[in-house]
């Protein structure tokens, strides 16, 4: 989701199974337990079951050393470059997520907290450790490792036209603290230095505001099919109407012409970092 992790717990994908499966299998035909793996390889017992049960997605080093001491032939090599990277991804969400991976144009308004694609590290964990219920120390590395892996979209895209419309409050709220948001304005004022990523703030005064009913999200498929996604608490709606998309799109037009300008947006967020 756009910067929620939803109430659902992130969903196996087959590929990570599989893997999973492939390390299980190697294991035991070395004659290990998990506990005598895990130092083999310098990760937890728990970080070896999770990886053999397909609920996370497995490190680097993770694959490197397990195909070294399992004597695997590299077939861990080679099935890890098909894995299915959402392992911290709710299930409502992926639909949208898989939208992300191929659109053309992604046009993202925020005002709850700042979108997931934006986020920096220390920001992401921020919210992951104040989730209610609480998550675990492994459910927050997995959803912090999926909305990481989300962000390589922008420097890999760079013919995907992304456009960010965020509210002023968003930085003035300092979550996480004085520290996390002075990183998290250089994070982006670096990532709006691409071609081909827009930001735009709405200033915290505004008489008239065209995205009062909430966050929105629209994304253009290279076959110029528009869908939309609006998320709440603890779910999230996948929009395909025509209607619907051609109400979004007036709304976000809008919102463009509401908020400040690029210029002068990246200029409020220099003042901002520098009153920090």
Known sequence: MAGNTGGNEPEST??????????????????????????????SVQMVASIEQGRRLPPPDFITRAEEVLDAFGVLRAMARHLARKPGLASWFRQWADLEEEAVSLYTYECRLIPGLLQTE?????????????LD????????AARMDRQRLLGQRPNTAYSFILEEHLFLRHVGGTDVTRELIDHILDLASARNVEVQIMPQVRETHAGLDGPMQLAETPSNKWFGYCE????????????????LHMRYARMRSQALSPEDSLSLLQRMRGAL
């Open 122 to 134: 220390a920001y992401a964990r921020t919210l992951f450790a104040n989730q209610l219920p609480p």
């Open 137 to 144: 120390d492994e459910q927050i590395a997995n959803q912090l």
């Open 232 to 247: 709440g608490q603890r779910s999230g709606l996948l929009l395909s109407d025509p209607k619907e998309i051609s109400v």
């Open 14 to 43: 087959d590929s990570l199974k599989a893997f999973g499966a492939a390390v299980k299998t190697f294991r035991e035909r070395a004659g290990l337990t998990q506990e005598q793996l895990a130092p083999l390889v310098k990760f």
